[in-house]
């Protein structure tokens, strides 16, 4: 157990919608990323916020958008849901700000699945 | 061009032998960070190991070690004594730099581990 929480563990929605996965860091770290993982684009980086503020960005689409809160935790809002958006998103934290040794724990991840 | 490339798509060891999973990786920056994880059938993606660029000796991790070979630019990770339980999708990652917070994962290498 990475100390890194996530919900729903599972999520079956319809094209159009809108969800929200929500992520908990484990005690003490600073930092939330979120990643999207399809078995045709692989692993992919998504967004980071440190400490409530937007830090770097990566092929997140316009359609998404994510917080982070005064008590650390991160929201990522999916819209307008496409087939193409059911993937397995994860959630990771880390220490710091992500430099040198700040290692990423990951959380167990929500499964969107789109109908 | 890819970042990060593992050649090995699949691999099939018997139980109680060493695996090597193979790892090349692309960058220009002086200072980057090498990662590997492990993603059991379950999903969640577990940290095994963490190699600098600038770390003298290979990093180990009980049963994991990092065949660090910066000339060549690889990062191979070695698991001893494998055991049924080390069956799992494991991805190659790296950071570069020493202030970018993205984490560029490989494909992954699918390992089996036959009875």
């Known amino acids: 157990d990475s100390g890194v929480t996530q919900t729903p563990k599972h999520l079956i929605t319809a094209t159009g919608q809108r969800v929200t996965l929500r992520c908990s860091p484990r005690?003490?770290?600073?930092?939330v990323y979120w990643y999207q993982q399809s078995l045709d684009q692989g692993l992919q980086f998504l967004i980071q916020?440190?400490?409530?503020?937007?830090?770097a960005k990566g092929n997140i689409l316009e359609r998404f958008s994510a917080q982070q809160f005064p008590d650390l935790h991160s929201e990522l809002n999916l819209s307008s849901l496409e087939l193409g958006d059911s993937a397995l998103y994860f959630c990771a934290s880390s220490a710091l700000a992500g430099e040198g040794t700040d290692t990423q724990y990951f959380g167990p991840g929500t499964r969107l699945t789109v109908l | 061009a890819q970042k990060i490339t593992q050649t090995q798509p699949g691999m099939f060891v018997q139980e109680k032998e060493a695996v090597t999973l193979d790892c090349t990786y692309d960058?220009?920056?002086?200072?980057?960070?090498l990662f590997w994880y492990k993603q059991p059938s379950s999903g969640e993606m577990i940290f095994l190991i963490y190699q600098g660029s600038y770390d003298q000796q290979n990093a180990t991790e009980g049963r994991y070690s990092l065949n660090f070979q910066k000339a060549r630019k690889s990062a191979n990770l070695v698991i001893s004594a494998s055991q049924l339980g080390d069956s799992a999708m494991y991805f190659c990652a790296m950071r570069e730099g020493d202030r970018d917070d993205k984490i560029i994962f490989g494909k992954g290498t699918r390992l089996h581990i036959l009875p």
């Open positions: 005690s003490g770290d600073l930092s």
């Open positions: 960058t220009s920056d002086p200072s980057y960070g």
């Open positions: 916020y440190y400490n409530g503020e937007e830090r």
